[in-house]
């Protein structure tokens, strides 16, 4: 394990009862389902992180983008500060434009979610129901 912490941002994305989620692949958690997002880059805001990545992995604009939680995370043998939002696709359809990072990708019922689930995507959607907006977790 690295002695860096790193900052991750990820956007889960709602629509009509249902989250679009891609299992991962080639990183960490790999095979679990997760939403978009990745590290933010020097000089980059979380928001601008989660507009890249949506652009990058899956080739959606997002918008009306909001904050819904921020986790210190010590899970998956590393150590990240997660920012997560939810967003709506403005424009676009999710296409897999990095598939050594995405196996596949789908809608899913909220109230039915696939297994092994990230845990930041478990945590944001814990937090749209819940309201709460920090989190720790500590699986080392």
Request: glycine share 10%.
């Amino acid at each position: 394990m690295s002695d860096l912490i790193k900052v991750g941002a990820g956007v889960v994305i709602i629509k009509d009862g249902m989250t679009l989620l891609a299992k991962r692949q080639g990183s960490h958690a790999e095979g679990c389902y997760g939403s978009l997002g990745g590290h933010v880059e020097f000089g980059e805001s979380p928001l601008d992180a989660v507009k890249r990545e949506a652009r990058e992995e899956l080739g959606i604009e997002i918008g009306n983008i909001v904050f819904v939680s921020c986790t210190n995370m010590r899970k998956y043998g590393k150590h990240y500060i997660d920012i997560s939002f939810v967003a709506e696709i403005l424009s676009g359809e999710p296409t897999i434009l990095e598939p050594h990072k995405i196996e596949s990708f789908g809608w899913f019922p909220l109230d039915n979610l696939p297994s092994p689930l990230f845990e930041p995507v478990r945590i944001a959607l814990e937090a749209v129901k819940t309201g709460n907006r920090y989190f720790e977790v500590t699986d080392l």
